[in-house]
């Protein structure tokens, strides 16, 4: 993979968190020499916003010594932004979010209608990046067949991090739950050990609820993301009663999630 012709995407609407969402895909792109893309989903004049656009693109050379590209696309941010990172092959997509707040709760957040679908990573953050550069990650495994594909990225973060993963597992009182639970940490690691990685393995208590308990042990070891797949559709009932995804993707910890869509079939490489 020639990663100097691919691209990361930010979502950019103006906000400060779209701008935190820069700053760390600027840190990213430094690192494995990529390009960096402000999309922005326009449904007005598109004169007016081309040069603000321009102005954040002049800052961000001065502030951070790299100067980002942008696109202006019409259409909505719930399929505009995956539509535009796929037909560009697009390495990430970094996103900002403010969370879940008032009715996103009952109607679903809206990072995680924006991920729905995509062929490659997003990187959603809540904050500005600090010193770190992805160190130390947490890699939650359940019982979800599809969880299989994200290993193939910790891989990949490894390579150019230097990444730690923390494998937090699931803990559940179900035979075939836990069998596939069983499964996919034996898969995971021998991946993991194939690669020389390092990594530590925690079992959840199964005390709390599992998003809840992920979240808490990813604060306390102090790390810089969570890795997770978004295997699907998600309905009213599981955003009423607080799906997994969408927990940990607006965790009030403002802890960066990578999320990964999976593809059909069984595990693949990224390449």
């Known amino acids: 993979m020639e990663l100097k012709d691919k691209t990361i995407i930010v979502a950019w609407d103006f906000s400060n968190v779209a701008d935190y969402a820069m700053q760390h895909a600027?840190?990213?792109a430094k690192i494995i020499g990529s390009k960096v893309s402000l999309l922005h989903i326009i449904d007005k004049d598109a004169t007016e916003i081309e040069s603000r656009?321009?102005?954040v693109v002049d800052d961000a050379e001065k502030k951070y010594g790299f100067r980002p590209d942008y696109i202006l696309q019409e259409g909505s941010i719930f399929s505009?932004?995956?539509d535009v990172a796929n037909?560009?092959?697009a390495l990430f997509v970094f996103m900002g979010t403010h969370g879940i707040k008032g009715m996103q709760k009952i109607t679903g957040s809206w990072a995680l209608k924006v991920i729905e679908g995509s062929k490659m990573p997003f990187i959603v953050v809540q904050r500005p990046p600090k010193d770190e550069h992805f160190e130390n990650i947490v890699f939650?495994?359940?019982y979800k067949k599809e969880d299989k594909q994200k290993v193939v990225w910790a891989v990949y973060l490894?390579?150019?991090?230097?990444s730690k993963i923390f494998l937090y597992i699931q803990k559940s009182s179900d035979a075939n739950l836990k069998k596939q639970i069983h499964s996919n940490s034996v898969f995971t690691k021998s991946v993991l050990d194939k690669n020389k990685i390092e990594y530590i393995q925690v079992e959840d208590d199964g005390k709390k609820d599992f998003s809840d308990n992920v979240i808490e042990y990813?604060?306390?070891?102090?790390a810089n993301a969570i890795l997770i797949t978004t295997s699907r559709k998600l309905d009213i009932t599981d955003y009423m009663f607080g799906a997994t995804e969408q927990k940990i993707i607006a965790n009030k910890k403002l802890i960066s999630v990578i999320t990964v869509f999976p593809k059909e079939g069984r595990?693949?490489?990224?390449?």
């Open 26 to 28: 600027i840190r990213f």
């Open 53 to 55: 656009i321009k102005i």
């Open 80 to 82: 505009a932004i995956t």
């Open 87 to 89: 037909s560009l092959d």
């Open 140 to 142: 939650p495994i359940d």
């Open 158 to 162: 490894n390579k150019y991090f230097k």
């Open 218 to 222: 990813a604060d306390s070891i102090n």
């Open 267 to 271: 595990y693949a490489s990224f390449i």
